[in-house]
């Protein structure tokens, strides 16, 4: 098996190398005429995977392994995509790892050392997957977004690698490390794989897109800052094409300055006094002495001698008054214990003829109920009777209270 991999890798190659010219044609202009390959040529770069026809009638194209392949080697960062797909991953994971401790357990060590060295190459390949996709934003926030010629282009490249940050922040909360440790048992080889190998590769990748994201961020700011000058730029040009006439008033007779023609310095400074500077506790306390003194010496001088007789009385003594309709309230909370049923608040308005307003007495059977204690409250059920309004969503219109025990 191993050598007809061998042969197989070889040839492929060698297709590579003898093909270089058209392949390389078609990585830069993207597609490549039927013409500009023999037919036979063709007919072998198509069978053996290095061409492809996307569908009849068109021309052909690089397939995406062995562009891949030319944009890592010639490190060409333009058309470089970045792989966000963790769940598949991790999928592969899960289920070479089954496949391993199935082997195990069966005897077949064969078998195992296979699964266990399939599961490793995936491990290992996910987290230079991950390290190509940080190394790949990076270069594209070093050159500035240079291979692009506008600045609306610019800001369209950077919200599209901001959506692939952001991609690839979901793809890593997928990963599970205490389901990976239920799957890798007590197996030491899948520990060391799933979770002490690959949790070291996640947090350096996590920690290198978070300063990432921060940096896009600061960049897109920049932009759009750059193109919001720019477009006041133009429309000031295009106003003054449209009106050559125009000259611009007096901006420093007018109540407010614009700030770009306010560059006087004042001739005030404005100050305050920061009562939290510990340092300027000595002077505060000073202003303060001196108000008092000022405000001492403001007050006339009032002799001992004709002040009144000072003499104490026994406090009077008053009561308060208890509210009639709060001992309404609780009449009522008293007959729905006494009679163990619901009773309507407007019945027993009606029943007892109390003098109030319907309205009143509803409200202060409502707040008679949330003032009672939490021991009590939870002793009764109070429903509200109406109907949502018809016009403003979210307001209830109550036109009676049920009480009853809960």
Known sequence: MSGNLHQSGVRF????????????????????????????????LVKDGILYRPEPGADLHLRRVVRALLEEALRNDRNRQIDANAASTLAAFMTLA??????????????????????????????????????????????????????????RENELTQSQVSELLGGLELVSFETLAETAGDLRELR????????????????????????????????REIRGRTRLLKGWLLHMTQRPDYQAGPHAGGRVVPQLFNQAPPILAPASLDIHDSTLEAELLALLAQIRAQSQQDRPAQLLGDAPDLTLHAPETFEVQPSPIRAAVDAYFCQVIDSAQA????????????????????????????????????????????????????????RDLRLWLA
Not at 131 to 139: G, P, Q
Not at 205 to 221: A, D, F, N, P
Request: contains cysteine; aromatic residues 10%; hydrophobic residues 40%.
């Open 13 to 44: 190659l060698r297709q590579l190398g003898r093909h270089a010219d058209p392949i390389m044609k078609a990585y830069l202009g993207g597609s490549l005429a039927d013409d500009e390959l023999e037919p036979g040529v063709q007919e072998l």
């Open 98 to 155: 089954d496949h391993y401790k199935e082997a195990r357990h069966q005897g077949d060590y064969a078998a195992a050392d296979v699964h266990l060295a399939d599961l490793r190459e995936h491990v290992y390949a996910f987290g230079e997957t991950l390290r190509h996709s940080v190394r790949v934003l990076w270069s594209r926030i070093n050159n500035e977004f240079g291979y692009v010629g506008t600045l609306n282009a610019k800001i």
């Open 192 to 223: 060391h794989l799933l979770v002490t190998n690959l949790q070291r590769t996640l947090s350096a990748c996590t920690q290198e897109l978070s300063i990432v994201q921060g940096r896009l961020l600061e960049l897109l700011g920049r932009f």
């Open 343 to 398: 009773i309507s608040a407007l019945d027993y308005h009606r029943q007892e003829s109390l003098p109030w307003d319907a309205e009143s007495w509803l409200y202060q059977v409502i707040g008679g109920y949330d003032g009672l204690p939490e021991a009590q409250k939870r002793h009764f059920e109070l429903d509200m009777i109406g109907e949502p309004h018809p016009l403003y969503s979210g307001n209830f219109i109550i």
